[in-house]
């Protein structure tokens, strides 16, 4: 049996098939969970479908909180003095200090470390793939002469 006979019988059988069917119990769960959110208070639904006046006043407790968070900020801020700013400052700079170094050690160990193995690595992987190209090529041959002699 060739390519395309085998297309049309699968394309026929196919074809003889029912069409699908939802269950029974669908439409009445769906209806039941249409019911439960129509039925649950405002607040409980999504925001997109709150009153125009609770999402008006939402959006506007939202700016006055983050308002107030960035006075807080702002203020935290501020309360450094010299000191605490120097201090702050020597902070930040030995945590940067100590990220370059650890950059700059990943990036020694991966240039010892991988670079000197990549080569042998990619080796391994190209005769992984031939031998996954040739095992599959004959799998296909196999399967087309048992196909051949039914």
Do not use: K
């Amino acid at each position: 049996m060739n390519r395309d006979d085998l297309e049309s019988l699968i394309h026929r059988r196919l074809a003889e098939l029912p069409p699908p069917r939802a269950p029974r119990t669908l439409a009445p769960r769906v209806m039941s969970q249409v019911r439960r959110r129509r039925e649950s208070p405002w607040y409980g639904q999504p925001w997109i479908a709150w009153p125009r006046v609770w999402q008006v006043v939402s959006v506007g407790l939202l700016v006055v909180l983050c308002g107030a968070a960035w006075d807080v900020v702002e203020g935290a801020l501020g309360i450094f003095d010299s000191y605490g700013a120097t201090r702050l400052g020597t902070s930040i700079v030995a945590v940067t200090d100590t990220v370059v170094v650890l950059a700059d050690s990943a990036r020694i160990l991966r240039r010892v470390i991988l670079e000197s193995i990549v080569g042998y690595l990619m080796a391994v992987m190209a005769m992984v793939y031939m031998a996954s190209a040739f095992l599959g090529a004959a799998l296909a041959r196999l399967l087309q002469e048992r196909e051949v002699g039914r």
